[in-house]
């Protein structure tokens, strides 16, 4: 059995996050979170009035689960947007775990590094535990360790594209010279081979939606993504075989007798 997840002090079975958005009913999302068997589920948060009490038949849903609540900022393009927003969660939710999320480009939902930095600075100040989606950039990362963030959650690939891991170098770059800082990959991913792929890096989760609230069968690819993390994190904890530009032959033949055939 892999390890724990621990972000800010809290422990966690398992390292899939799920978002609960663009499921087809709110049963298929719960038959989604449990097939997946995750500990921590995302909430897009609309912009009201909490007394309204809009979507609550949503919330109560995403409650049965029993899994830790993770609100996010999506759709902000400020952090002046994104601290309010974050402020509405922690009243609404009654947790100070946010998804930091301050959009730069309508096009390919780029993380805005100004917007964010500056969001993350404040909310920390404010006693928010700020889990930031931002790109793999390397400075942006260092940033936002510096002004207070825990955990990081750079993106494989735009949200919603499916096209994997695009720049496995800055990737493993992130990996490489933050050794201690838990990576979250977080967005762009399409099919469990590609979450797989992420875990073997040694990041030490993956958060996704759209592959599976997509699919078509939602609880199905659940199962399967949460499978693929699973032993991606095995392998990188067995210790991947170094990759060789030449044979070696996995029977050797020093030492070994050889036979005769009598003629």
Known sequence: MNG????????FESRFLLGTALYSSPQVMVDSVKASACNIVTLGLRRQNPQEKDGKAIWDAIADTGCTLLPNTAGCKSAKEAITLAEMSREIFNTGWIKLEVIGDDYNLQPCPFGLVEAAEELIKRGFQVLPYCTDDLVLCQR???VGCKVL???GAPIGTGQG?????????LRERLPSTPLIVDAGLGAPSQACEAMEMGFDGVLLNTAVAKA??????AKAFAQ??????AAYEGG?????QTASPSTPTIGQPFWHQPK
């Open 228 to 233: 693929a993390i699973e032993s991606g994190r």
């Open 153 to 155: 959650m750079p993106w």
């Open 216 to 221: 078509q069968q939602p609880p199905l690819m």
């Open 165 to 173: 891991l695009l720049n496995r170098y800055n990737l493993r770059t």
């Open 144 to 146: 936002l360790l510096d």
């Open 4 to 11: 724990p997840l621990t972000l800010y002090g809290k422990s």
């Open 240 to 244: 991947l075989m170094v990759k060789r």
